[in-house]
């Protein structure tokens, strides 16, 4: 295999309101656009991690049927491996993009949980974060504690400190999304896990409301590693959890207003659903 520079959205949600070609071509544009602006486009693969939801199986429903996509010069298809999504643009023989499986659990003490590069359903607040953790490791996935605001204080910021002091069973990576605003440094859990050696991803993590799907790819990380693009699967899973891949965070994440606006939504939804 050979050394690959890779760019990754580490958490993408695409969901049954977004339009998909939408998504996709904006992801591209938000992601080549902080590509060119490093001057380090060329060479780099373009990969999103998928987080989905238990009510979401976007990635399964794909790979399962053809999806036909309104922008003629783009298509999904099923990678070789069985682990991956590809998507390619008309007149470049390689794959454009590479989508990966992945779950977001909300754990029994509603902590929220990434199961990368799984397809494996785990259902949401059946174990303690933990447990969710060890489950994710058993079916094959990177799992990774995920900062959300207000999620890290109080008694679930004692979890946090706890599994980050005692180990959490195997590897655990925590996840930075867009969500934590411009203005909100980098919390003080977050820069103790760092610090005792946990990497730290990012991802975009659109909302699921129209438009959202425009943030996609503007928040991530970079890696460096051995990369097989036909097995794209196996290769980032190993990539992640190898001690010695240094992640690089890129991109923006949300500024006052559109945080203060996103965060809104957020409350109206659960207001509504309850």
């Known amino acids: 295999m050979l050394l690959f520079d890779l760019f990754v959205d580490g958490h993408v949600h695409i969901y049954p309101t977004f339009d998909l070609a939408r998504a996709i071509t904006y992801g591209l544009q938000n992601m080549n656009?902080?590509?060119?602006?490093?001057?380090?486009?060329?060479?780099?693969?373009?990969?999103?991690?998928?987080?989905?939801?238990n009510h979401c199986n976007f990635f399964r429903q794909t790979y399962d049927s053809a999806v036909q996509l309104s922008n003629k010069q783009l298509s999904i298809e099923r990678g070789a491996d069985g682990e991956s999504l590809l998507v390619r643009k008309s007149g470049i023989d390689e794959p454009v993009l590479f989508i990966l499986p992945g779950r977001q659990i909300v754990s029994s003490d509603d902590l929220e949980v990434c199961a990368l590069v799984t397809a494996t359903i785990i259902p949401n607040r059946a174990h303690d974060t933990a447990e969710t953790i060890k489950r994710a490791?058993?079916?094959g996935g990177v799992p990774a504690l995920n900062w959300a605001p207000g999620k890290w204080f109080f008694s679930r910021g004692k979890i946090?400190?706890?599994?980050?002091?005692?180990?959490?069973?195997?590897?655990?990576?925590?996840g930075d999304t867009s969500m934590r605003p411009t203005f909100w440094p980098m919390p003080h859990l977050m820069q103790k896990a760092k610090e005792e050696g946990h990497k730290i991803i990012a991802g975009s993590d659109p909302l699921p409301f129209p438009g959202e799907e425009d943030n996609i790819g503007s928040y991530g990380f970079k890696m460096k590693g051995k990369f097989d693009p036909a097995k794209p699967a196996a290769s980032v899973r190993a990539l992640l959890l190898d001690a010695n891949t240094e992640i690089e965070l890129c991109g923006r994440r949300s500024g006052p207003f559109s945080f203060a606006k996103r965060q809104s939504k957020i409350m109206t939804e659960k207001k509504n659903r309850s």
């Open 33 to 53: 656009r902080l590509l060119e602006a490093r001057k380090n486009d060329l060479g780099t693969e373009r990969i999103w991690l998928l987080t989905e939801r």
């Open 160 to 174: 946090v400190r706890k599994l980050l002091e005692k180990g959490a069973g195997g590897p655990l990576l925590i």
């Open 137 to 139: 490791l058993d079916c």
